[in-house]
């Protein structure tokens, strides 16, 4: 049986609603708490075939356990963010009513200076929620066309799973 691997919520819940977007099932996720978190859960999987899901700067703990590791580079949002534009991520925080929040925090002394996308990493990252709030919206608006690359590979092996190619 394949199982997938994912470092949080909001990599299960983006993978769920692409999944569903694109009418494909998945098979079983399993939300590891941090990447360091895989090596324990591989254990209790033995006999399972493992996918995962990682962001770049945690890869390493992954592959050292699991065979096929899709990689989002630097992290989930960070794959969103590429693949809306930021002008399609501002559009759906303005529609969450939050673009003012957002605003204000691009202005604080510590992030002024920053790039647009540290700034949106840090706005995902901020509240408690939010990251998994964000990972469906973004999912759930972004065009089938432009689906991050680590994502829409999970699905097709994970939906192929003795290797075959749709």
């Known amino acids: 049986m394949t199982v997938i691997l994912v470092e949080g919520e909001s ?17 079983r996720i399993v939300t590891v708490g941090g990447a360091s978190g895989a090596r324990r859960a591989r254990a ?5 075939s493992i996918l995962g899901l ?20 630097p992290d989930l949002e960070g794959e969103f963010v590429r693949a ?20 204000s925090l ?6 002024r200076d920053r790039p647009v996308e540290a700034q949106l990493a840090r706005f995902f990252g901020g509240r408690s929620g939010n990251k998994r709030r964000y990972a469906r919206l973004l999912a759930e608006a972004v065009p089938l066309d432009r689906v991050p690359e680590p994502l829409s590979a999970l699905i097709r092996a994970a939906s192929h799973p003795s290797g075959e190619r749709s």
């Open 44 to 48: 209790e999987l033995p006999d399972d």
């Open 54 to 73: 990682v962001d770049a700067g945690e890869r390493a703990q992954f592959e050292r356990v699991i065979e096929r590791v899709f990689v989002c580079d």
């Open 84 to 103: 809306l534009g930021v002008d399609g991520v501002e559009a759906v925080i303005a529609a969450e009513g939050e673009l003012e929040s957002f605003r």
């Open 11 to 27: 990599d299960r819940v983006a993978l769920e609603v692409l999944a569903s977007r694109v009418g494909v099932d998945l098979p």
């Open 106 to 111: 691009q202005n604080q002394p510590a992030l």
